[in-house]
């Protein structure tokens, strides 16, 4: 784009939505206990930051030859250590808050200088029995470089003197692979209260007895760290060598990839702090974080408490597509929208899992990308083979951070005879589809789900996706050509209803977005209502902001990055939404001149989602499930307690602070599909023969 006026870095823009997570820590009208949970969930968020934008950041930066684009990516590096600065100050006062206010509700995290004589006792045993026999420290003083450390682990930095006054120092990692991080102990007397102290504080408190008969110990302090290693996988080309193999041996070489950023305790004394940097030889772009004395905090997603008092109320699924009936008959008769979690996952499992013993099905085909640890999905898949069904599954081995998982996936599916391929060399596969062929008087129909999120009963509890099941046969055969396509890359189906990437997704989009250009010159009524999770693409935003000049009113709800500047023009407007469930939809609404046009889809307006990776968007056709989706993206765009204006300065000023209407969108999508489910309840039908 020659004019980059309307481009906001799109780091900075995330680390923005990580504000927004944070926001929910400060905010004292969320439940104690879901407030610690989104303090472990800005912690994560900000460790794979360091490790995936951060890291292409520096890479560039290290090795870009041209000075000025080197001199670039070098000031952005320093904007992002500023900004992640005062974030993490903004993290740790949340913190101590966060601690005073579960203190409220007698439940009371501890440190060890805070332990009754009662408690002690149960610590120093604690510790003998349970911990010291996985404790292995390592002195770092006499070593040329540090041992390969774990970037999923903490670790103490122990600065030693001993009896004769001589220093040592040490490192040790923090075992909380085999130990829980946060430890039970017994509350103080007469008092009705949880206390909790974490592992860190347990050997903190017995510090000095690791190194028992070793040295003459006259003082022993502990200050943490950790470190975030570039996370990208260098596949390089393997000829020879199979998919499999070579993502397992990536997967070794990031666990000895470059640190990239330093976390510790702003404490650590400076002569240990250059130390432990020298030993790790971490460079000039390289990010170190001063912080308080506790890291991982993401360790707080999983805080123990169980009182349910202290959280949301859990959300109970709508029930959809009944058990009782054939599902096959029920979308003869209807397509079936579901919106998760506010509907129940099971209609996708319970579809699969008719699909396995139904004799009239043929073939399954399905794309994985990332799966529940235990998953239905995956049994359900296995089933159909026992039954002498067809099955295919694409299995993506580069989803990040789920490479491990998916390799042994596809062992085990390969294992029960399900046909498993890997997709298109240099493309990730990220579509969601299942295709389903079933004989029925003699002739093949199709059966498909379309859908926006993955096939994961985990995730399905927390994340909002769409998922369409149709027995649409126009729809139908476009699934099935992206399935032939995946299997012989050489193809290129002609899709009749269906964009797909990375070839059509990119031009019906800026088709469609002209279109509603060349209404608004007209004088005629324009609109683009866009829900996304990132907004990057530098043509889809220059195309945006044309539109938006032209005089189409545009409305864009974005979860995480937004690299437009609404500031363009006035005829833009764009929000974010975080609240207790995940936003991940995507959703593109054209008004194409009084006939609206709705698309799902799996990608969002990033370059690599439309130009590097196979991507599905596909329309919404009933009139029934247009209605559903408009309203879900109206009710999200008047959400005054959780959106908040995404100005040109991202400063996440929230919409309550100018605007006295009273919604909390996700409460009213919950409301308004519970009475959406008793009008749309399924009636008898005569089945109609759909093309």
Known sequence: MADNTHLYPKELSWLSFNERVLQEVEDDSVPII?????????????????????????????????????????????????RVLRLQRRSFAAYTQVLSDLDKHHIHLVNETQLTPRQRKFVENYFHDEVLPELEPFFIDDRETMP??????????????????????????????????????????????????????????????????????????????????????????????????????????????????????????????????????????????????????????????????????????????????????????????????????????????????DPAVREIRINLYRVAKNSRVVAALVNAVRNNKKVVAVVELQARFDEQANIHWSNELQDAGV??????????????????????????????????????????????????????????????????????????????????????????????????????????????????????????????????????????IVRSMCSLVPDCCENIQVISLVDKFLEHARVYIFHNGGDEQIWLSSADLMTRNLDHRVEVTFPIMDERHRQTVRKIMELQWCDNHKARVLDADQSNTRIADFCDRDCRAQDAIYRYLKRRAAELAPVETEETERA
């Not at 640190?259 to 650590?268: K, L, T």
């Open 34 to 82: 879901e407030r610690v949970r989104f303090l472990g969930i800005f912690s994560s968020n900000l460790d794979e930051f360091f490790r995936v934008r951060v890291a292409d950041v520096r890479r560039v930066a290290t090795f870009a030859k041209a000075e000025e684009k080197k001199s670039y990516f070098g000031e952005l590096l320093d904007r992002i250590n500023d």
């Open 419 to 556: 046909e498993v391929i890997y997709g298109v060399p240099g493309l990730k596969v990220h579509c969601k589809l299942i295709s389903i062929l079933r004989d029925e008087e003699g002739e093949p129909r199709y059966y498909t789900h379309f859908g926006t999120g993955n096939f994961n009963e985990s995730t399905a509890r927390v994340y909002c996706d769409f998922s369409l099941l149709t027995s649409d046969q126009g729809l139908g055969r476009d699934a099935f050509h992206v399935f032939e396509f995946l299997q012989q890359p050489h193809l290129r189906p002609d899709y009749q209803n269906i964009a797909v990437s990375p070839y059509t997704t990119r031009p019906a989009l800026l088709q469609a977005i002209d279109r509603e250009i060349e209404a608004a010159q007209a004088g005629q009524r324009a609109e683009l209502f866009f829900k996304c999770n990132n907004l990057v693409d530098e043509e889809v935003i220059e195309r945006l902001c044309r539109a938006g000049a032209a005089g189409v009113q545009v409305r864009i």
């Open 148 to 357: 390969l450390l774990n970037e999923a682990s903490i670790y103490f930095a122990i600065y030693l003197q001993l009896d004769d006054g001589r220093e040592r120092f040490a490192a040790m990692e923090i075992p909380t692979e085999t130990l829980p991080r946060f430890v039970v102990i017994p509350p103080r007397e007469g008092k009705q209260e949880k206390v909790y102290i974490v592992l860190d504080n347990i050997i903190r408190a017995c510090l000095a007895e690791v190194f028992r008969n070793v040295l003459p110990i006259r003082r022993a302090e502990a200050y943490m760290f950790k470190i975030s290693r570039d996370a990208e996988l260098e596949l390089g080309e393997g000829i020879t060598q199979n998919i499999v193999d070579r993502v397992a041996k990536s997967l070794k070489k990031r666990k000895k990839a470059d640190p990239v950023r330093m976390a510790h305790d702003a404490a650590m004394p400076e002569v240990l702090l250059n130390l432990v940097k020298k030993k790790l030889k971490m460079g000039r772009y390289d990010s170190y974080t001063p912080g308080g004395r506790y890291h991982n905090s993401k360790d707080f997603m999983t805080f123990p408490a169980d009182s349910a008092r202290h959280r949301y109320k859990p959300l109970k699924p709508i029930p959809t597509l009944p058990e009782s009936e054939s599902i096959f008959n029920q979308l003869r008769a209807a397509d079936q929208l579901l919106y998760y979690p506010y509907h129940d996952f099971r209609a996708i499992t319970n579809f699969l899992i008719s699909a396995a013993i």
